[in-house]
């Protein structure tokens, strides 16, 4: 593992990251980035905590790991400073279920995915926005430039992303 590796989380047992996987067509729920493997530090945002530094040692590996391919190149320093100044920033909590209502809904056909994407755009963090905006606002990269609005990624988003590949 290396510093600005991206950790995507396959949904686990629980309702709510298996409805994150479904509604996205992905089988990840979560996103973490490692700052530094030799401290076994990666940082993420998850609904009770916030933004927070975790030791990677404690994570379950139910994970797949990616990497910027070597053809794109970032700040890396910068991407993890963007991730520091973010630490204790609360998670929208309420803006989740509310997005999620939405997106269920745009699954029916109706186009509520606009709505969904403009009405989070005011929110807080979402795990996968958080390392979308690390790279782009603090490392100069954008990691999902298939998707239109960075600040909008889900964990599928960046799963598929032609900026990233799976690590070995």
């Not at 709510?16 to 089988?27: E, H, M």
């Not at 401290?39 to 379950?60: F, Q, S, T, V, Y």
């Not at 009405?119 to 782009?136: I, N, P, T, V, Y």
Request: aromatic content about 12%; charged content about 25%.
């Amino acid at each position: 593992m290396k510093p600005g590796d991206i950790l995507l989380f396959k949904a686990e047992r629980d309702f709510v990251s298996r409805l994150i996987a479904w509604g996205t067509g992905s089988k990840y729920s979560h996103v973490a980035i490692c700052v530094s493997p030799k401290m076994h530090l990666a940082i993420e945002a998850i609904a009770r905590g916030g933004i927070r530094a975790r030791d990677i040692r404690k994570i379950p590996r139910d994970y797949d790991l990616y990497r910027v391919k070597e053809d794109y190149s970032y700040n890396l320093d910068g991407v993890i400073s963007y991730l520091v100044d973010k630490l204790n920033e609360r998670y929208d909590y309420p803006g989740v279920l509310w997005l999620g209502f939405i997106k269920l809904l745009a699954k029916t056909g109706l186009p509520f995915k606009v709505t969904a994407n403009n009405w989070q755009k005011r929110r807080d963090h979402f795990c996968s926005e958080l390392c979308s905006e690390a790279f782009f606002y603090g490392g100069g990269l954008d990691i999902v430039p298939e998707q239109p609005a960075a600040n909008i990624t889900s964990p599928a988003d960046i799963a598929n992303s032609s900026v990233i590949e799976t690590v070995q």
